[in-house]
């Protein structure tokens, strides 16, 4: 854990360098009291809670955070996680063409998060509408041009009401994908499509997350936003849209539609949602610019750090790469399994005192570096025994 005068906003465990914010996120001590003391509320008197106070609590809530996006309030809804609610939006504009007796089809890219393509798998599966994962190799074929074309090659191959859903930040690679393009010459060519962004890292990371053109857009809070976990968010582009989307298991209040449909999920721990403006107040302690800043010039230096001492180039244009995020090719020549990845994760974590995470992508092994307020440059130095590891 670094000395930098930021790390005492964290709880973070003295001793451990902590690497990997883009998985999980790290909750500030002061947000983290915030959810405490909405526990405490819910738990000295659950009825008065669940019954009056909750249900006014999340509307303020959910306001902060439609405020924060500068959209409506009645365009965005609390989900738990950007892949529940990737899912829950691409079930619902699924049922809109079912409902209307019209066969759908979805399509995404290679380039997905792992949990999301595995979720669109079951989405069709039930709704009896295809899928079309359209190939995108990292890091040679990252351009508007290819993954347009290929998408857009699917989509014709179907002929029929197509929902595209694309990563507007890849969560193995680090990609900052050039979304609001691919999606302009999408809709240029295929103007009825519906285009669902799967932004997971995108809130708090990016200034300005939400790309033109999309329809709907779910991003996580718990990441760089370091609101508690799970806590995540649904923007609808319009009205429109929003009429269409409804929660994978409703309950009360499911007839009043969107966002109110989304509020009520059962008796459950809502306190993450209700502490999330509190995490957006703390990074407005300092400004977008000295946040990106600090995060940039960290994570470039510890990249450098890691590439000269190992003796490997950059594989990836540096406009491609995410602002926060970097990835170090690993001078480990056979490709690592999932399980092997694990194995060199939990080597790190308990020999170098170091949590970090390990991918292999295209035949080549990297590790994903990830930088927030509380770390420094020296916090990386560890990762250079890594490879010993494998």
Same mark, same amino acid.
């Not at 950007?82 to 209307?100: K, M």
């Not at 609001?180 to 962004?197: C, D, G, T, Y």
């Given at each position: 854990m670094s000395n930098n005068p930021h790390a005492s906003h964290w709880n973070l465990a003295q001793g451990v360098n902590f690497l990997n914010h883009g998985s999980f996120g790290a909750v500030p001590r002061?947000?983290?009291?915030?959810?405490?003391?909405?526990?405490?509320?819910?738990?000295?008197?659950?009825?008065?809670?669940?019954?009056?106070?909750? $249900?006014?609590?999340? &509307?303020? %809530?959910?306001?902060? #955070?439609?405020?924060?996006?500068?959209?409506?309030?009645?365009?965005f809804a609390f989900v738990p996680n950007?892949?529940?609610?990737?899912?829950?939006?691409?079930?619902?504009?699924?049922?809109?063409?079912?409902?209307?007796?019209?066969p759908a089809h979805i399509v995404a890219t290679s380039l997905g998060y792992g949990g999301v393509q595995r979720g669109l798998q079951r989405v069709a599966q039930r709704s009896s509408a295809t899928l079309s994962a359209v190939v995108v190799r990292y890091p040679d074929e990252i351009t508007v041009e290819i993954i347009a074309s290929r998408i857009s090659e699917a989509i014709q191959v179907a002929e029929t009401p197509t929902i595209v859903v694309l990563d507007l930040i890849t969560s193995d690679t680090g990609v900052l994908l $050039?979304?609001?393009? &691919?999606? %302009?010459?999408?809709? #240029?060519?295929?103007?009825?499509?519906?285009?669902?962004?799967?932004?997971?890292?995108?809130?708090?990371?990016?200034e300005f997350p939400l790309p033109t053109g999309f329809d709907v857009w779910v991003g996580n809070f718990h990441k760089w936003m370091c609101s508690p976990r799970p806590s995540a968010g649904l923007v609808c582009a319009n009205r429109e849209i929003a009429q269409l989307m409804a929660p994978l298991a409703p309950s009360w209040d499911y007839e009043l539609g969107f966002p109110v449909s989304f509020d009520w999920q059962g008796t459950s721990d809502y306190s993450a949602y209700l502490a999330t403006p509190r995490a957006i107040e703390f990074q407005q302690q300092w400004t977008y610019a000295e946040r990106n800043s600090h995060n940039t010039q960290v994570v470039d230096a510890a990249a450098k750090l890691l590439r000269d001492f190992w003796e490997v180039d950059p594989h990836v244009e540096p406009t491609l790469e995410a602002p926060w995020m970097r990835m170090v090719q690993l001078p480990i020549p056979a490709p690592l399994s999932r399980p092997e990845c694990n194995e060199l994760i939990r080597k790190a974590s308990v020999e170098l005192n170091t949590e970090t995470t390990v991918m292999s992508v295209g035949g080549h092994n990297y590790v994903r570096l990830s930088a927030h307020m509380y770390n420094e440059l020296s916090d990386y130095e560890r990762l250079a025994d890594l490879p010993h590891l494998a």
């Open positions: 002061e947000v983290e009291a915030v959810q405490n003391e909405f526990q405490h509320r819910a738990n000295t008197n659950p009825n008065r809670w669940f019954r009056f106070e909750l $249900p006014e609590l999340l &509307i303020a %809530a959910r306001q902060t #955070a439609a405020e924060w996006f500068g959209v409506a309030e009645e365009q950007a892949s529940q609610g990737v899912i829950t939006a691409v079930q619902a504009l699924v049922d809109e063409l079912t409902n209307q007796s019209q $050039p979304v609001a393009e &691919i999606i %302009a010459k999408l809709k #240029a060519k295929h103007p009825s499509i519906r285009v669902v962004i799967d932004g997971a890292h995108g809130t708090g990371m990016l």
